[in-house]
């Protein structure tokens, strides 16, 4: 999927364990704008289920999860 | 500059077992009700990180902090509390503070709290201190235990800012039985 809205905000979660991938993204997402993309790199491997996890409970969107070598990058759209 | 190739994850691979009712987008606000009750340094990490991972949820967290619990509470640099010489002698053997919390089990000393917290920057684990500020952050509701206050002679000025004035077992009780999940930690 080719997402052409600018990325509002990026947190950057590389080398942290859980839960502050979550925890920072939570934070962060409360800084933006309801419909802005907010753009997490993370390294921690248990991040994936997560992100899939918390976007279930809260609402908000996983537009796209990649992963390039050992980073993790999750784009979240917020409700 | 090299060209790595991007894997993308299949989100239908990942999601089996995370399967709930919650489909519609009505997200209805779950509540989380933690009784703090031990002063120990994994304990009080299990509590920090459920509670500012609750938080992050969207989840409506309370911690009740109580007997040991409630040293977590204590400004950092407030070093003996208590008025008579019982309760100041308990906070001599037991510094408060989130920061000074020992193990309950290889303790040496403060030497098996210092590899954790020398174990845990290297592998990027946040200490209780600071979960516990994102949490506060977050929202999450800190509430002191007033007969613990009372017993072990510590004052609402030597508490950390933002702390909710202190309630008795009562309240306690009608927080978790209003929540969807109590822990007593």
New interface residues.
Partial sequence: MTVTTPVAKVVDAS??????P??????AIREIGSGDLLEVLAT?PGS??DF???T????HE?V??????NV??YLLRKK | MTATLTRPILPTALVEGLDDPITDGAVKTKELVIVAESGDLERTWATTILASTAAAGEMKVSIFFTFWGLFALVRPEVRVTGTNWMQKMLAVMNRPGIDHAKLSKLNFAGMGPWMMKKLAKQYGVAKPGELLEMAQALGVRLIPCQMSMDMMGITADQLIDGVEPAVGAAAALELMTNADASLFI
């Fill in positions: 080398g942290l364990s859980c839960p502050l979550i925890v920072k993204t939570a934070l921690d994936t289920k899939i996890a918390w279930k409970t809260t609402g996983l796209e999860s990649s992963v390039d070598g993790f990058r």
